[in-house]
């Protein structure tokens, strides 16, 4: 079939918006998250912290890719070091070795070993998802049980198994009987305590109701007598993502991790979108004085170019002994574009001052919409840790969520006529939440005090005109 | 942490080779498949249809990383395609849209429309497990239904879902309970026929086996009352690719596809190794003459470079009324850099003459090597279509499997010390087959007829020497 | 194999304790319950509340087989009609009609329509377990789901089904892996709050709690789009048996089916310990003034004779279109002796005045304990509902749970060396609670004054030796 | 509630048929097999070989409630047995002991080391799936491992568990997904062997096919490096019951069980159907030399009075110290009125011949019925095992199935006006086989060769009737 397809052969460049999206109605599954809005953006170049649409406008973008392009579009050093690969060795079947896959294990490795102290190995593979597969693979096989501990308002990804240990029902409702289904914990949400406590009254109330589910056999979780679980692993995102980058108290994870290290329950670290200095240092976990068991990570490792994810585990759960050659294997679980592109993020970030850059800016992009919630009670809480910041949007009475008002803002954005900082411009927004109304912020690392100046007025432009219509 | 790991640092370039294994041993888990021979190549650069080690050596690769690698190592034009966009877009989140996945997805319903006269969409992903695993949730949502049939032999791909429909125990063996796992059926290998049948005379008595089990409900497979059937989808390669390329008889699938029909049983075709030219056609299943209810596709669409994958399935299950918006999702899902890669790819396969090439290539190749078996008695079956073509070694009786045989020819191409040709080279092959007995060759589908011809003589030489050492 | 078998042709009646006891160690499993004590009772006659052992010591028993035996051990009503369906049709396969069953349907279905205002069906089984089955049966048709709510501290039986439904752990620990494991929501247990509240304010915290489950997709619960949830019915106790004889807030249930009835989720009442009359009304629920979609029996049903069980489910459930001939089968599930028994018994109820003597007969029990629980303050708890009594065992704070004492207590009245009431005697008490500390009464609903009284002698001088002692 | 229902209150005896029958379509659950037929039948009385319908028309019972009521309707010895029981203890809890259950545990277990050499223990449950239940947990706490081979066309109960290993898929399609499905392996149904060899040349090549699946991985069955297999055990009736009372080769077993030992899989014998003689000795596997690991057993053990099952297992399973007390418990486990009448059929059928009796009155009954078989072509096969006997009905060729002409040969014989032996009478006969067109016939023990020479009348009567209808 040699004979070019007619509408295709010249669908990129020449075509009007209309035309592509009639093409993209037609030949696109609609099952990913694209049609959330009512007429999807286009894009066409992207810059730093920017990106343009096909009209070149220009667009303030405060996600990041949900936080895989934590070092701004178009990076240059890191393209570079992509286009170098091209150039050297860009394709080798992952049962033959490179050397940069071996230098970017190791330096993963040696820093977590100097950071937990723990021997530990790296695991290879590409997207989140199927790093959170071979971390299930690690877990099931350590302690010969599948059933998972998970936080409501966690998300792990989307495949099967890992839909079993995401808690919105929906990603599970269309597909079938989950026979791995997690058991979901409330998350310590503390400006929506589950348990409606306070802060600074509550002495960690969430974990002690955890802790007592252990109590007697009758909770269904231990046998008292043996002390074997029926969960195997606790997966944790020290902040939640999706969920809605909501800071849990500092104390937390340790005094979690005594509960479940006195019942042999694994901990694993889901740091795919928290990892590599998001929230200003290397991994989350760092903030909470805690050892994972397991880690995994994906995203920012190659800055959102070649996708490749992977897992660090301690020694006695990864070692050769116990997870032999041929345990599992992905086609593209080690493939050198992306090994070379993570080495030289990996070198990047050594050379960098994210540790110190990346909280002083959080800070002052937390304080700028702290500002802007004294005067608009639509804003219920701000807060962040590092550049993962949370905004979340309520009534007026600062606390009912309200979602109408949060799409809102992001469709304004989106419709790139905002007019803050002198020109049209557009506010590229990710939501997430429980209720579907907060902004998780994850911008460029390198983000200046201009752009976050122009974020937040951008913001509140927004805001005004959502605020106005409704 | 800015301080620099000492043993890491200047990893790559200034090591030596005991160092790096050293360094691999420690760091890297040992789960995947590199060590599956005792000492792992490391490679360090590629060109055309050879891979070069740290010393140079060069080594003629017949499986171009399992078939992901059609194109040739370092094809320049694709190459081309990938830094072009990392200069423009080489990031934007995936609910974002861009003009290359509108068009790469326009181009392959396009030609699904043409080949098989039925109206489909494409979904992207990363990785062919996941492309798997969404088409499980298309099966599952339209028929309710989680249990599948597969074939023994069948390779989908490590996922936990999909481990459950790949045969071999081994990948689930230590991850506990699968509890979809599926029912797996006799292959139509007609070299070891399973029920001792000769092709000739055979009538598909196997698939007679087959509908049999359709005659009553006591075979545990359908009601007969309401034609409801336990079983939803059967999983199929074409040409089973890790189960060693076996070749299927022509008639075999419309047969099949017939019976599947009868009780609303879709059909999944995995072009994951096969499809893109492998076997001479766009898609393996064109040979077979029947229209798959689903298609699953990745590896070679881009070349080996940026993973992306995806699947074709008719309008009825994949239209937005029943695949809505948020059905699923997936970081990389249509990464820019992918698409880009992957639209070129598209018309580079427009543009070219595979579909004459290729089968007179493989015509080629599988006769030098019937001349070879002439003088091997231990040759025990060549055959092949395109270029996927199969050699499977025996003891003398030229039937009885011969493992050991097959690893040291393997063991002895990766040793680089051959000399056909008049300089020292190594030859690269990969194992498949239900017996570990099979040279899986899939050369890139430019490789000369030189190329051919020096292979076939690496290929001579290493079973020589094999031979000898016995 | 005519010959006799040695050691076991004489065994009955011959033997001495002790070799009845290493025949039964050598012969027997020990799997069931028998081995909890060190040196197992054994009993060889029964007659209204006592039971007598070899060597015809007389113990008053305060458990009745659970609850199986309401009517008192040896009721001659029931006795005979059982005889009287011996003489004339004792065995009768299943998919033949004897006029016993319809009548017992009848009388069952007639009264659940008269006490609930719904037309409903019953469906007959052997045990409870299995009729439980049947009840997952119908849930399971009806919702297409297989995932259930139950409550910590429920019971339901011990099947592989039913064991995921049942909370304890153990249950299912040595039997791998459980797809369908419910969700176990807390009990309001309200002497050990789960919440630490108070029953005169706590204003059913426990509810709200479980309602907001469903607030958002994110609790991992329900999808709000489409309102289907991920769990399709919740199996209660009203009372929890096993758990301890647990009496909820009477607005407890009225207050669940409401939030369960928002979101079509099944309401199953096990009425297999408290149902016929235990509590005062012939089904435990109606003191609760709600009505559940399916209702399980079994036990008291036939006075512990033949084993019958069975459920009652609303039409919608369990009419012929949706539950037609062959949707399951059982040998014995309607078998004549058990529904002749089940018939009688039902008529003897009817001309009985058990609303009126059992509420009458727990009150004077009740306050018989708690005088006791003035005098020893390791009577933690004394509450009940008709003949169904718990008496919680603590450490001298009155809230400590104590195994141990709960324990000695059990095992001096079985050691049949009591004196209370003048001569030697044994007392027969069930333990059940969270914590193994609860003695769960249930007497014969005959039981009078005199024996009452007996009982609670019996039951000072246990705990006082068992004081001493410690 | 102590008023009398209405229309229930004079239900027995004094209605009509159609009452009856109308309260029944009214009140009683249709999801058994009761209304397979289309006017049920209403049986009064039973005596020896005959029930005897409302207008005392007799019918000459050919199934025995299939094969419940070895010893014949009304067994005057077991009655007494039961109703001395009933006297003197007819419940108690069976965490307590009593007399009979150790003496009937013994005999059997001791039966059982005299039969197969090999030490064991019985545990006791009430009906037949449960018994099953308690199998498949000491399976898997065993292995470690939930999946098991069963044979297509077995039947082994309807429990959710049990379902999971019973081949009908009608019995799982309206009750979701079953995680731990059987892999249904061919029975040898040499009639219609599945692989259409002839008996005489097979050598058995079904087994052969089934010992293939072990020999590479990639059949999806087992690890050969490891030699752990995917399926823990193989779950067999030695003669299929509803699967139409099928004998296969006197060599099958022995081998199979070979194959399985070589894996170290269980194999569980289901001798609930079978056994007590049925086939002409005590277990039906004794005619196959070979040693079950399991086996489970109920029905006749009772002759159908009250319901007791159990298993008999070898002590490594289910010794105190891998089985300990807790691991299972059921209310009627061991209840006394069943070990009373078990006991008492023990002693019975070692003081009888049914060893010499049963083949010689099953090899008169299958004569008789070949001799049928001679001038009606209809009379596909007749085979049998002491007195399980199968005939099975075919179109003219003798081979097609008729399932028409077996439901009309029921259907007249239920009619009740069949005049063979010069009064009306019926014949009840229970209906089998794949293609359910094989009667089973399993008529009592005690059957004389006047009632046998009856029974071949009235069905040579009610066949010709219903050719003559066709």
Redesign the interface.
């Known amino acids: 079939?040699?004979?070019?397809?007619?509408?295709?052969?010249d669908?990129?460049?020449s075509q009007g918006l209309d035309e592509?999206l009639e093409?993209?109605a037609?030949?696109?599954?609609?099952?990913?998250?694209?049609?959330?809005v009512d007429k999807?953006?286009?894009?066409?170049?992207?810059d730093g912290s920017f990106?343009y649409d096909r009209d070149d406008t220009e667009y303030l973008d405060l996600?990041m890719?949900?936080s895989?392009?934590n070092f701004g579009?178009?990076n240059e050093r890191l393209?570079n070091a992509?286009?170098a690969q091209?150039?050297?060795?860009?394709?080798?079947?992952?049962?033959?070795?490179?050397?940069?896959?071996?230098?970017l294990?190791?330096?993963?490795?040696?820093?977590a070993e100097?950071?937990f102290g723990e021997k530990g190995?790296?695991?290879f593979?590409?997207?989140?998802?199927?790093a959170v597969?071979?971390s299930?693979?690690l877990v099931?096989?350590h302690t010969?049980?599948?059933?998972m501990f998970a936080f409501?308002?966690g998300y792990h990804?989307?495949?099967?198994?890992v839909s079993a240990i995401t808690?919105?029902?929906?990603?599970?409702?269309?597909?079938?009987?989950f026979?791995?289904?997690?058991?979901?914990v409330p998350f310590p949400y503390c400006f929506r305590c589950?348990?409606e406590k306070k802060r600074d009254s509550c002495s960690l109330y969430c974990l002690k109701?955890f802790e007592?589910l252990f109590?007697?056999?009758?909770?269904?979780?231990?046998?008292r007598?043996?002390n074997?679980?029926?969960f195997s692993a606790f997966y944790i995102e020290t902040i939640q993502g999706t969920?809605g980058y909501i800071i849990p108290p500092r104390d937390y994870f340790a005094k979690l991790k005594e509960i479940l290290d006195r019942h042999n329950i694994l901990l694993v670290d889901d740091e795919i979108q928290m990892g590599f200095f998001r929230t200003g240092k290397?991994w989350a976990i760092e903030h909470f004085n805690v050892t994972p068991d397991i880690m995994v990570f994906?995203?920012a490792l190659t800055?959102?170019?070649?996708?490749i994810s992977g897992?660090w585990?301690k020694e006695k759960l990864?070692s050769?002994k116990v997870?032999?050659?041929?345990?599992?294997?992905?086609?593209?679980?080690?493939?050198p574009?992306g090994t070379a592109v993570g080495?030289e993020t990996i070198k990047l970030i050594?050379?960098?001052?994210f540790?110190v850059s990346v909280p002083k800016k959080g800070q002052y992009l937390i304080s700028r919409f702290r500002d802007l919630q004294k005067r608009y009670p639509e804003i219920g809480d701000v807060d962040g840790l590092g550049l993962a910041i949370r905004v979340e949007m309520c009534q007026k009475d600062g606390f009912t969520p309200n979602r109408e008002l949060t799409d809102a803002i992001e469709n304004i954005g989106l419709g790139g006529k905002l007019t803050a900082g002198g020109k049209k411009r557009g506010l590229i927004l990710?939501i997430g939440g429980?209720?579907k109304n907060a902004f998780t912020l994850a911008p460029s690392l390198y983000i200046t005090q201009k752009e976050m100046d122009l974020g937040v007025d951008l913001f509140e432009e927004a805001l005004s005109i959502a605020l106005k219509k409704a």
Not at 40 to 46: D, E, L, M, S, V
Not at 105 to 111: H, Q, V
């Open positions: 079939m040699n004979k070019k397809s007619g509408a295709a052969k669908v990129k460049g592509l093409l993209e037609k030949y696109c599954s609609w099952g990913d998250t694209v049609h959330y999807p953006n286009i894009f066409k170049r992207g990106l996600q890719w949900y895989a392009v579009y178009r393209n992509l286009k091209i150039d050297r060795l860009p394709q080798l079947a992952c049962q033959y070795l490179h050397e940069e896959k071996i230098a294990a190791t330096k993963l490795a040696e820093r100097m950071t190995r790296i695991h593979n590409v997207g989140g998802s199927t597969e071979d299930l693979k099931r096989n010969g049980r599948s059933l409501m308002g990804g989307r495949t099967l198994a808690s919105s029902f929906r990603y599970r409702e269309k597909f079938g009987h026979g791995d289904r997690a058991l979901f589950p348990y109701q007592k109590e007697t056999e009758y909770y269904g979780i231990v046998d007598k043996t074997v679980c029926e969920g290397f994906g995203k800055n959102g170019l070649n996708a897992i585990a990864i050769p997870f032999p050659p041929g345990s599992t294997h992905s086609t593209f679980s080690s493939n574009l080495l050594e050379e960098s001052d540790a990710d429980y209720y």
